[in-house]
């Protein structure tokens, strides 16, 4: 049945009216998880209703039955006179709409309708399987805390107050999809955000006509951004880091959370952005900075690793003497530009390989890939041993990026590099650097902003603080 559209609309005050309304648009019959009870408190006949699993089992029975003790001469006069005076809980409010009711329900809240009260009681008395707050295994840390995001979106927003004190911190709930009505909350610190950029975010949320954000922050990506989908480069960033997340607010972005996500994702990102990691802060600003040069320099090397020596390969002369070690000892049975493709496409069959396989499995399995895929293909003459060398330190060196976005977008990149370069020699290598450096810097983030500020525009002193890891007080008096 559709709630929207039929004509009862608020509760009428009549229990039985109520009821089978109730009863008719939740199915309990079919449903056995959604729970009814008829009690009478006050002398009124009164229904609880909870979904089992969601609600807390005692203290719904504690609530139910300090409300059975009341007596007819104690019963208020309405639904928020009991709500005020006779409800000893903390979260608890008054609904009069069936679709409030029913979706707050669902969500997982306990409602109590009392015969001649248009209101019902609504106590946020919920409670979701959840598993524990430990490290999350894509962004460990070398040192720092040891705690991650969960499914569970109350969790998360406590890990966040935690660690930011202050009444400027803002969580504010929104809600997506017409069937799921998926739990969003937008933090930010409202003295810091930009109001406009918030506004526009907050907008695009509300505005969202979808039936349910099957694949969380990812479904809410793709609805709140959905221009030059063709660029790979990231428009978003994604931790599962409580402590990155809280970076992140102070530094004026806002932060969204998405109910059954434990990723945390953050707007506006710019390229700067997406290769910053914790360990970059929890270490010494000397050493910080080494890890963030490095984690450059190294995400530069596997985008034009394979294509520059697929270029000075089919350039012999080009190579000096001092250099000619890297030239092939053998010729290759099979074009090395078909070599690349293919053990580009095997990396990525390993990864997926890797996902499903038991735990069990994944030592002999790994070692049997290893054999296989290593000494046996260059003896068989599939593959050159320089190739595999160059795709093992690719495959290896992607790893040193949190993000698998920015992974695949320089993988892509790398992939139409080498086939400009095999096709047109050295002005395809350098149209392919060219369509590179295109989609980094013609690109823009979700407020539509350079994706590679603050290089264009340039702000010395910000983009400073992006390169070199400054010490924390001195950043801080930047920002004042």
């Not at 270490?283 to 020596?309: C, E, H, K």
């Amino acid at each position: 049945m559709d709630i929207n559209t039929d004509k009862k609309y608020f509760l009428s005050g009549s229990l039985q009216e109520d009821m089978d309304y109730l009863n008719q648009v939740l199915d309990v019959k079919a449903n056995f998880d959604v729970i009814y009870r008829v009690v009478h408190i006050g002398g009124r006949e009164a229904c609880m209703y909870l979904v089992d699993g969601f609600c807390k089992d005692d203290l719904a029975q504690k609530l139910l039955q300090y409300f059975m003790d009341l007596t007819p001469d104690k019963m208020p006069e309405d639904m928020h006179m009991l709500s005020k005076e006779f409800t000893p809980y903390v979260e608890v409010d008054i609904e009069d709409k069936y679709e409030t009711l029913i979706t707050s329900l669902l969500s997982g809240m306990f409602l109590l309708l009392i015969d001649g009260y248009p209101k019902a009681l609504v106590i946020d008395s919920r409670t979701y399987p959840s598993r524990g707050v430990a490290e999350p295994e894509k962004d460990k840390v070398l040192r720092g805390s040891k705690d991650g995001f969960v499914e569970t979106l109350v969790s998360n927003t406590a890990l966040i107050r935690r660690r930011i004190r202050s009444a400027d911190l803002h969580m504010e709930m929104l809600s997506a999809g017409e069937s799921s009505h998926t739990d969003i909350v937008l933090c930010y610190m409202n003295g810091r955000v930009d109001q406009d950029f918030l506004k526009e975010v907050r907008g695009k949320i509300q505005a969202i006509k979808v039936d349910s954000l099957t694949m969380n922050q990812e479904s809410l990506a793709e609805c709140l951004y959905q221009r030059r989908w063709y660029n790979p480069f990231p428009k978003f960033k994604y931790t599962e880091r409580p402590d990155a997340a809280a970076a992140q607010i102070l530094e004026g972005n806002i932060v969204i959370l998405v109910d059954n996500s434990p990723s945390a994702m953050i707007l506006p990102t710019t390229i700067f952005d997406v290769v910053e990691e914790a360990d970059d802060y929890y270490f010494p600003p000397i050493t910080g900075t080494y890890l963030r040069i490095t984690r450059f320099l190294i995400a530069l090397f596997t985008y034009i690793m394979t294509p520059t020596f697929l270029l000075l390969i089919n350039h012999a002369e080009w190579v000096p003497e001092s250099f000619s070690f890297i030239l092939l000892k053998e010729d290759p049975n099979i074009p090395l530009i078909w070599q690349f493709l293919i053990l580009e496409l095997a990396i990525d069959g390993l990864k997926l390989a890797a996902v499903n396989t038991p735990n069990m499995l994944s030592t002999p399995l790994s070692v049997m890939a290893a054999l296989v895929l290593g000494e046996f293909s260059v003896n068989s003459g599939w593959f050159s041993s320089e190739v595999m060398l160059y795709m093992a330190f690719v495959a290896i060196a992607n790893y040193t990026q949190a993000n698998y976005e920015l992974g695949y977008a320089l993988k892509f990149l790398r992939i139409i590099n080498l086939l400009l370069t095999q096709w047109f020699g050295l002005w395809g290598y350098i149209a392919g650097i060219a369509i590179a450096l295109l989609s980094i810097c013609c690109n823009r983030t979700v407020s539509r902003r350079s994706y590679i500020y603050p290089l264009i525009p340039l702000d010395c002193q910000k983009l400073k603080s992006r390169l070199i890891r400054t010490r924390l007080p001195g950043a801080f008096k930047g920002k004042e």
